[in-house]
């Protein structure tokens, strides 16, 4: 049974949180546990916007993408950020294979609804997966690496949230875990203390509450889809369980559908 693995985007720009994230994916794929790993890449982009003087246009949490910036965005998440994770996990002894989500048509998207009646441009939400490429990688050895690009109607490339396409790949994937590894250690409740267990039905009571905040609520949100796609369980884990999550399942906060 393959995993699907989330690295966080504040994770990666951590050097040492990045290096001991993939080290414990790298240890995971050595002791036989197969996995994909799907990547954002948000503060890098970040960077190169503001590099080149390119405005940063967010709406209720989502980019805004112009032409301008999805060409930074693709150049960034498919490219610099993609390749360097491969080049990472080769030191660890691992063969990765870096690709987009719009090869194979591995995530197709649709344009992304209007936000509060402004339109996010070049923003997918993913509505189909083809996990055949992946499945072909992993075939060969290769871990597969995937950025959160998307293809969509004619051939447009489209810029979706990585949280939202692990969740997509791991319900087309039915695989049986979906884990997101992240710089915090878990989802908190009202009194600040990580909640170790939950299902879905208190997750959305949890999304609707002001208790959830930032980068947290589009990974719960997309643990309840993966929950609802099929997968069996959801791990929200930060860097004390980055290696238990993946090699046995446990730690930080862990969703389960009923």
């Known amino acids: 049974m393959t995993d699907v693995v989330k690295l966080g985007g504040s994770l990666l720009e951590n050097r040492d949180l990045r290096h001991a994230a993939l080290e414990a994916v790298a240890t995971a794929w050595t002791s036989?546990?197969?996995?994909?790993v799907?990547?954002?890449?948000?503060?890098?982009?970040?960077?190169?916007?503001?590099?080149?003087?390119i405005p940063k246009k967010v709406q209720g949490g989502l980019r805004v993408t112009d032409a301008e910036t999805l060409d930074v965005v693709v150049s960034i998440l498919s490219g610099l950020v993609n390749?360097?994770?491969?080049?990472?996990?080769?030191?660890?002894?691992i063969r990765a294979a870096g690709l987009s989500g719009a090869d194979g048509d591995t995530l197709w998207a649709e344009f992304h609804e209007a936000v509060e009646g402004v339109d996010l441009g070049f923003v997918g939400r993913v509505v189909r997966c083809d996990p055949a490429l992946l499945s072909a990688v992993l075939g060969a050895g290769f871990l597969p690496l995937v950025a959160s690009v998307a293809l969509g109607r004619?051939?447009?490339?489209l810029n979706v949230n990585a949280d939202s396409a692990a969740a997509a790949l791991a319900g087309a994937l039915g695989a049986k875990r979906l884990v997101f590894l992240t710089d915090v250690e878990g989802v908190k409740g009202a009194d600040g203390?990580?909640?170790e267990r939950i299902d879905a039905r208190a997750a959305r009571a949890l999304l609707a509450s002001p208790v959830v905040t930032g980068g947290m609520k589009p990974k719960l949100r997309a643990a309840v889809e993966?929950?609802?796609?099929?997968?069996?369980?959801?791990?929200i884990a930060g860097p004390s369980f980055h290696r238990a999550a993946l090699l046995e399942g446990k730690g930080g906060?862990?969703?389960?559908?009923?």
Do not use: F, N, P, Q
Not at 154 to 157: I, K, S, W
């Open 32 to 36: 036989g546990k197969r996995s994909i």
């Open 38 to 53: 799907v990547h954002g890449g948000g503060k890098r982009i970040d960077a190169m916007l503001a590099a080149l003087d």
């Open 193 to 195: 203390a990580v909640i």
């Open 83 to 93: 390749k360097t994770l491969v080049a990472e996990l080769r030191g660890r002894g």
């Open 226 to 235: 993966a929950l609802e796609a099929g997968v069996e369980e959801v791990l």
């Open 154 to 157: 004619e051939g447009t490339l």
């Open 253 to 258: 906060t862990r969703l389960v559908a009923a």
